[in-house]
């Protein structure tokens, strides 16, 4: 039961120009989502997250956009820079829902910038 | 990654052993998370404490597995009688409240080996 679903495991794009990874989610009780980034040997990095109360969250290069109606969000990296080429993956939460801070994540995407 | 300190870094155990995984949470921090990920696949949610209690448990699995978060000293995960299908990366995560959009951080794992 996977909850929460990115389906391209991999990307790649070229340096200077837009990443952008999707990430799916079945449970309408999830009301907080969050992207991190993860490196080989190293846990997870907190990148940026958003409320279900907004659509979209903006943190320098990284912009998460939220369409609840279709449990659909979106990280989008731009530019692309070499070193953000790592796993990055999509994790839910259902704060309101008396389960707050169980993190559930998808099986990640692997992204690539070349030069 | 920095901050939330988990050790050993690497374990090897015999199947039959014990394992015991330690997780010092962020300074400030006293909720903490354990996350198991097994190969090609995202971080599964194990279990959540805070001090000297367990909050929710429901990603452990029935048998063998117990976590502990003392007062004093850092947070235990302890696997007894380990079986192959215990190796995986756990990874820990703390946080400073419980409350709504507070993003977990996370140690940099533990990479449990079962010979």
């Known amino acids: 039961d996977q909850q929460v679903k990115q389906n391209s495991p991999s990307l790649s794009v070229q340096e200077g120009r837009i990443s952008i990874l999707n990430c799916d989610y079945t449970?309408?009780?999830?009301?907080?989502f969050l992207w991190y980034k993860k490196y080989p040997a190293e846990g997870p990095t907190f990148l940026i997250s958003i409320s279900s109360i907004k659509d979209k969250n903006e943190d320098g290069r990284f912009t998460v956009f939220l369409n609840k109606s279709a449990k659909h969000l979106s990280l989008h990296i731009v530019p692309s820079q070499p070193g953000d080429s790592a796993v990055y993956f999509c994790?839910?939460?259902?704060?309101?829902?008396?389960?707050?801070?169980?993190?559930?994540f998808g099986t990640g995407t692997r992204l690539q910038v070349t030069l | 990654n920095a901050g939330v300190m988990q050790n050993p870094r690497h374990l090897v155990r015999r199947r039959g052993q014990e394992a015991r995984l330690r997780c010092s949470p962020m300074?400030?921090?006293?909720?903490v998370y354990w996350y198991r990920q097994l190969p090609e696949e995202g971080l599964k949610f194990m279990v959540y404490l805070q001090k000297e209690n367990i909050i929710d448990e429901s990603g452990m699995p029935k048998e063998r597995f117990s976590a502990e978060f003392p007062k004093e000293g850092p947070s235990i995960l302890r696997i007894q009688q380990v079986v192959r299908g215990d190796s995986a990366a756990y990874f820990c995560a703390s946080s400073p409240w419980r409350g709504p959009n507070q993003p977990q951080h996370f140690g940099d794992g533990t990479r449990l080996s079962i010979l």
């Open positions: 300074k400030g921090h006293s909720h």
């Open positions: 994790a839910a939460s259902a704060v309101n829902s008396g389960t707050a801070s169980k993190l559930t």
């Open positions: 449970n309408s009780m999830f009301d907080y």
